[in-house]
């Protein structure tokens, strides 16, 4: 079975295959393992890191000292970025959200958190065409979409909960980002959930925010591999890691380029994405608090039911 094939079957698209002629540079030990490295590209909500390395060939640059090609994958769904990484079609999934970390090791898959990507909560958003739906009370008995498991599904059920109410309180229909916001604009829900340039859009429409995530999720994002991966190429891991830091470098060295390049990437204004940029924290080093969130993430899985069992989230991060 070939490379890509089983990330075929999951409709992977947009697959970028930078082939680069470097005879000679790779080592023994890397032919025994990879013969390419592949990553995730995820563009929403606002991962304006991978824009700029895609853009730039960062990866291709720092790989081609290994002597290995890059390819990238538009797969953005937490399952099937999981179940690629599994199947070794992928080996970084450069952008995943810690509930999918979390629900993948749940059930057994060797998943394990490089560092940190982002943290946006006020990038996710509760949207109505109805101003009267100001508060948890108003949602009651209301038809809510959103997608299942996700940042979004956590920032509902948190604000629920600051009135006292639970997910069963609301008519909660399993929805992805653009479905959801076309069902709101078609008069056939409440409330839609929506993060990124498609909740930024909202807000230019005047549609009705009920609320956005801060004080109520932290919405991590992180990078991963499997322990395994990690164990038979801690070169290739570590290189990874320093062509990050290298791309966030330059977000930060240059700025005003980075905000064009995420502009074209996709299809907002350059005004749009300077006004969205400030919500998002892309500092890849873990810290205590990110710890204690995916703790915070784990409960609220445990408690909608969708793992049965508790994980210790420390067991989450690479052993190295």
């Known amino acids: 079975m070939g490379l890509f094939s089983v990330a075929k079957r ?10 680069l002629n470097v005879g000679g540079l ?8 990879v013969e390419s490295m592949n990553f995730t590209y995820v563009q929403s909500p606002l991962n304006v890191p991978s824009i700029v390395e895609k853009a730039r060939g960062s990866f291709a640059s720092y790989f081609k000292e290994l002597g290995l090609p ?23 999934l450069n952008a995943v959200g810690g509930t999918s970390v979390i629900l993948a090791a749940a059930n057994g898959a060797d998943v394990k958190i490089i560092s940190m990507y982002s943290r946006s909560p006020k990038a996710f958003m509760l949207f109505s065409n109805d101003a009267a739906i100001d508060s948890p009370a108003a949602l009651k008995g209301k038809t809510v979409a959103g997608p299942k498991g996700t940042n979004l599904h956590e920032l509902l059920v948190a604000y629920l909960k600051t009135g006292g109410l639970t997910i069963d309180d609301v008519k909660f229909v399993n929805m992805g980002i653009p479905a959801a916001l076309a069902a709101l604009e078609g008069g056939t829900i409440d409330a839609a959930l929506q993060a990124g340039p498609s909740a930024y859009n909202c807000m230019k429409s005047g549609k009705h925010l009920i609320t956005d995530g801060d004080e109520l999720i932290a919405a991590l994002i992180a990078t991963a591999t499997s322990q395994k991966f990690y164990d038979e190429n801690k070169e290739l891991v570590e290189t990874f890691e320093r062509a990050q830091r290298s791309v966030l470098q330059f977000i930060a060295e240059n700025h005003d380029e ?63």
């Open 70 to 92: 890059v390819n990238y994958a538009n797969l953005t769904a937490g399952p099937q970025q999981t179940a690629a990484l599994a199947s070794g079609d992928l080996q970084i």
């Open 26 to 33: 790779r080592t023994a030990s890397l032919a025994r393992t």
């Open 258 to 320: 980075a905000m064009k390049m995420t502009a074209e990437a996709t299809g907002l204004s350059v005004e749009a994405v300077e006004e969205m940029f400030p919500m998002y924290d892309f500092a890849m080093d873990v810290s205590e608090k990110d710890v204690e969130d995916l703790k915070k993430t784990e409960q609220f899985l445990l408690d909608n039911g969708m793992i049965d069992k508790e994980i210790d989230v420390k067991t989450l991060f690479l052993k190295r």
């Open 10 to 19: 999951l409709a992977f698209i947009g697959i970028c295959s930078l082939a």
